[in-house]
């Protein structure tokens, strides 16, 4: 399995080009899964349905399961700071990719995603080597100093073609025992 994260300002557009990405790659017959980093609680169930009952019970797990879909919620007894490698050994070992939005300072290899300088703080790139390549739009390649690949934030077709060719450097080796 491969695995690259894509860091950046919020807002800068690192959603919509994980979405378009996993398109293009699914398109390609692969399987894509993603995980995303939030600092907000994390509520996807609603009031009244008989899982958000379980849960509110006390349930630590549930899983809903149905002919299409299956969904996870674990409720921490206490605040877990868990990294993106326990993260990914609890995921399925069938994928072929695993996007990874945010988690800015694993030691995953990262896309930062850079949409103008004015918005963006310090540029990742400048002092985390574990950034591989930076995406911004095309308009704002003349101020791109790196020796990194600058990829066209607006071509997710040509990222997708540089995951493709580069996809050796994204095996993903757990550190995990």
Known sequence: MYVIAFVGSSGAGK????EHLIRLLKDRGLRVSTVKNSHHSVEIDHPGTD???LKNAGSF????????SM??????EHNAHMSIHEVIAQMYDGNDWIFVEGFKSSDLLKIE???SEENSQIPLLRYDDFVVAVAR???SYSSA???LPVLPLNSPEVIADWLIANKERFIYASPLP
């Open 61 to 68: 797990e549930v899983v809903l399961v149905s002919e299409s």
């Open 113 to 115: 995603v850079i949409r």
């Open 137 to 139: 739009p095309e308009s």
């Open 15 to 18: 959603t919509t080009l994980i």
């Open 51 to 53: 899982s958000w009952r």
């Open 71 to 76: 969904s996870m919620q674990r409720t921490f």
């Open 145 to 147: 100093t790196t020796a």
